[in-house]
């Protein structure tokens, strides 16, 4: 068991940003199916007592009073095929996602994603007259995992991918085929799912567009999340220096130094980026697998940052 427990902890810190999103959403789905388990021998609905504190409702009361779930439903699976058809989803857009675009804007996207599902699932319900009279709640990662999938597909629209069964199969024929399905099948048992499917899928699409357009929607999210981050982070003691005497040839000489760095820096990041560009035009142009291994690994490190 020890050992386990090791090979998840070496995999979440080895892992790329993908992973550990699919651990965290693993780590939820077996949180709450302990949680059935344990209702079931004891004779208590455990898990239909919390599900309402985790899970999405298109009732405006209830998102007022429990606001957290606008994120929290975005990890939140119930049954084995609900998850695992996310899960795959999620790890294999994911990957190609990150080595293109990095693992902020993976990340942003991803929550993003979930948020623009949720508000087109909660104005559907407030505003069509079949969901009238209806109390409904939303859960899992699809709508995430769908902007996911769609922002890449119109990142990359072309880029060739390997599926078993299908052979080569370009991203964006991929990401129209689980589009078309949920419109296809609006009226079906999961309106409201699929309804969200589709707000996910339309940022993924808007989000890819303004990113070729220069505009990062992902940065105004970092910035949110930085800003909440320093309301509770522990302000740093501040230090006052004495030495009068070195004061002013220090700031010259550094200066001087970072000055000098920063034109290096510059000159290493444009040339780094020169790389990353004819790598992923390589991709687009031959698929991943046409990379060489150091390729691949100077993606991944890439990526990383």
Known sequence: MASLFDDIKYAWHRGDITIRFVFANIAVFLALTLLRIFGFFFQTDLLGAVMPWISGTASPGGMLIKPWTLVTYMFV??????????MIILYFSGRIFADFLNARRFTAVYFLGGIAGFLV???AFNLFPVFRGSESIIYGASASVIAVLTAIATYAPNMVVRLILL??????????FFVAIDVLFLDGSNTGGRIAHLGGAAFGYFYSTALKNGNDWAEP????VGFFRDLVAPKPKMKVASSKGSRAGGRAASSGRSGAASVKSKKEAAAEQEKIDAILDKISQSGYDSLSKEEKAFL?????K
């Open 300 to 304: 991944f490190k890439a990526s990383k």
């Open 121 to 123: 699932f909660f104005a």
């Open 167 to 176: 052979g080569n199969v370009k991203l964006k024929w991929i990401a129209i």
């Open 77 to 86: 699976h119930v049954g084995v095929w609900h998850i695992l058809g996310n």
């Open 221 to 224: 999210f970092w910035s949110v």
